[in-house]
């Protein structure tokens, strides 16, 4: 197996997944992009669901992966929720296929692959809730409802590469002081 080609084969299918959806995207419709016989496509991987799975879990690994450095980091509660929304906007931006990938057609997942992706978004999110919770107690939090926080900041972060290439693509720096500024200081 030629682990370039399979790369290549989960790079067009990852722009086709994103513009049509995971369903609506047949293996045929990828070989047809790369201009081979669908056929071929099955030497090098073994169908749509791998391909989806190596999308997803590429990502989330990431996400993982940065969570698990933030919250063992020395830094303030804030200073972590600041880290977060820093690098959910790296990641957003590096890997926006994934990312459109990850939020519109995890669903689709199957066997352990849908479980470990469930497990890695719930720990994420149990490590994010335990820094709201705790920035809450110290008192470096307004006092609302930890759920709440974590939906208002995650929701916003998980549509930011639809938003972001609407608008063309901002300036990554200046999308980080300013999403930062406004989820953790509000607009008043």
């Known amino acids: 197996m030629n682990a370039t080609r399979k790369k290549e084969i989960v790079k067009i299918a990852a722009s086709l997944i994103k ?3 995971y369903n609506a995207v047949s293996m045929r419709d990828i070989a047809q992009a790369m201009n081979i016989k669908a056929a071929s496509l099955y030497n090098h991987i073994s169908g749509k669901q791998e391909i989806l799975s190596s999308l997803i879990i590429e990502v989330a690994e990431k996400f993982t992966e940065e969570m698990n450095t933030i919250a063992s980091e020395n830094l303030s509660p804030l200073q972590k929720i600041e880290r977060v929304i820093e690098i959910h906007i790296d990641i957003t931006v590096n890997y926006s296929e994934n990312i459109a990938t990850l939020n519109n057609d995890w669903m689709h997942l199957e066997g352990s692959a849908l ?6 978004r719930e720990d994420y999110e149990e490590n994010f809730r335990k820094i709201i919770k705790k920035g809450i107690s ?3 939090i307004k006092s609302k409802h930890p759920e709440v926080i974590l939906f208002s900041i ?3 972060l998980r549509t930011l590469y639809l ?3 609407k608008r063309g693509k901002m300036d990554v720096n ?5 999403m930062v500024a406004v989820l953790l200081k509000g607009i008043v």
């Open 19 to 21: 513009e049509k959806g």
């Open 115 to 120: 479980k470990r992706v469930v497990k890695m």
């Open 138 to 140: 110290e008192g470096e």
């Open 154 to 156: 995650l929701s916003t």
């Open 163 to 165: 938003w972001n290439e």
């Open 174 to 178: 200046v999308l980080k002081k300013d």
